[in-house]
């Protein structure tokens, strides 16, 4: 059994539904061709970097779940044209286009030109996959004429573009998280007869689209490890952490301390982030404090802006919270 079908059967019985062609397209694209970084998270279920842009902020892919519920409501069928706003790597895409077929046709757009760059070369024999660069999520882009039935944002944002809404077909709808920084709401928006009809799917944190433009990394060790504590504190008053999180959260604490005194902050010191001991302990000890990570997130934001978390119904690792 591949790894990816073993994660499938996994996610399934935990209860998230796999529609057949998700299945399928799931099992016909390598998610090794999308990215270089070690691909264990997303076999575990976790996001997967793909990118570390020049300014230091890294890119993810989102987790296998997340992947699969944005793309079942997407309610996607054969020959569709699809626009994807936000690259992530990819890999999300090539799987929108494998489900289209041959005579489908995905359009992405971002405003990162490292992201379109790498997303070009990742996608370059993907014939019915077409990437462009826009100035900025506000403005229509020139070059992008037409009516829009699928619509899908990866990203944050706080609220949909108006020339997006505006060239929705009838019949047609967006998915997008929509929110603040520190949480949103997946909706899904679809129009019918000039109305607007609103579904929210859930809680959801994402980092948002345009990253770059948006985040401030300089944080140093310490810093962080005060600011980790604070979280510890929130989530004993709220009575929501147990033992084992707790110690962790503890552990990951005095790892910080203990880094030397002259270690930079994410940011400087010429250290590539993903190779920044900050870093490398928040994605070791990530896994053992999910459960909590809205909250973790709202503390830190924004240097773990690119961290996902959601807590859509049907993944019992997030149940137990009611955000």
């Known amino acids: ?29 390598d998610l090794e061709d999308f990215t270089d970084y070690d691909v264990s998270p997303f076999y575990a279920d976790r996001p997967v970097p793909y990118i570390e842009s020049n300014s230091g902020n890294i890119k993810t892919i989102s987790a296998p779940h997340m ?24 890999y999300l895409a090539a799987l929108i286009a494998t489900i289209v077929g041959e005579k489908g046709r995905v359009n992405v757009l971002d405003p990162s030109s490292e992201v379109v760059n790498y997303t070009k070369e990742r996608l370059s024999h993907w014939p019915t996959v077409e990437i462009r660069r826009i100035e900025d999520l506000s403005v229509a882009p020139v070059e992008f004429p037409g009516e829009f039935n699928r619509v899908i944002m990866t990203g944050q944002i706080d609220v949909i573009p108006e020339w997006v809404k505006s060239r929705i077909s009838d019949g047609g709808f967006i998915v997008a998280p929509l929110g603040d920084l520190d949480s949103q709401k997946l909706m899904k928006i679809e129009y019918q007869d000039q109305h607007e009809l609103e579904t929210d799917l859930g809680n959801v944190c ?33 009575e929501i952490i147990d033992f084992d999180e707790m110690q962790s959260l503890q552990d990951l604490v005095a790892k910080l301390n203990n880094l030397p005194d002259e270690t930079p902050p994410i940011g400087e010191g010429g250290i590539p982030i993903s190779q920044h001991p900050m870093v490398k302990l928040l994605w070791h000890y990530s896994p053992s404090f999910l459960r909590l990570w809205p909250i973790i997130q709202v503390m830190l934001h924004p240097m773990i802006a690119n961290f996902e978390y959601n807590n859509m119904e049907g993944h019992d690792e997030d149940q137990d919270i009611d955000w």
């Not at 399934?12 to 694209?29: D, N, Q, T, Y």
Request: proline letters at 3%.
């Open 1 to 29: 059994m591949t790894r990816t079908a073993d994660l499938l059967r996994r996610l399934s019985k935990e209860g998230i539904e796999v529609p057949k062609h998700i299945r399928i397209a799931m099992l016909k694209v």
């Open 67 to 90: 992947i699969i519920s944005l793309l079942h409501h997407m309610e996607l069928n054969q020959d569709q044209e699809v626009i994807v706003i936000g690259c992530k790597g990819g």
């Open 206 to 238: 994402f980092g948002p689209i345009d990253v770059d433009s948006q985040i401030d990394t300089h944080l140093h060790p310490k810093e962080l490890a005060d600011l980790i504590e604070l979280s510890i504190e929130t989530c004993e008053e709220l």
